[in-house]
Nanobody, 117 residues
């Protein structure tokens, strides 16, 4: 059992920055890949970024150069630094964790990010 709790969302102006945090608890030793996904109104959930326990990263093309995913394995935390935010980044952002041996996915409750002037 793994629980994920996101925080750090809010309202920001275009060009601004936000830092999202995800705290993992439970059987965290079973987790390899963690990541962030987002879902905008009327759209499907999409991958934003992933990071492995070895700190290898992967990003959606739309956020490359603007977002940075990081991870603190000792603290069981994963972060998403979002810079140069655009209105199209507006979405609910979800933390994700994947169990290593069978790829079972866990999800957080989501945190709202709104980019608007």
């Amino acid at each position: 059992q793994v629980q994920l709790v996101e925080s750090g969302g809010g309202l920001v102006q275009p060009g601004g920055s936000l830092r999202l945090s995800c705290a993992a608890s439970g059987r965290t030793l079973s987790i390899n890949v963690m990541g962030w996904y987002r879902q905008a109104p009327g759209k499907q959930r999409e991958l934003v970024a992933t990071i492995t326990s070895g700190l290898s990263t992967n990003y959606a093309e739309s956020v490359k150069g603007r977002f940075t995913i990081s991870r603190d394995n000792a603290k069981n935390m994963v972060y998403l630094q979002m810079n140069s935010l655009k209105p199209e980044d507006t979405a609910v952002y979800y933390c994700n964790a994947q169990r290593h041996y069978d790829r079972l996915n866990y999800w957080g409750q989501g945190t709202q990010v709104t980019v608007s002037s």
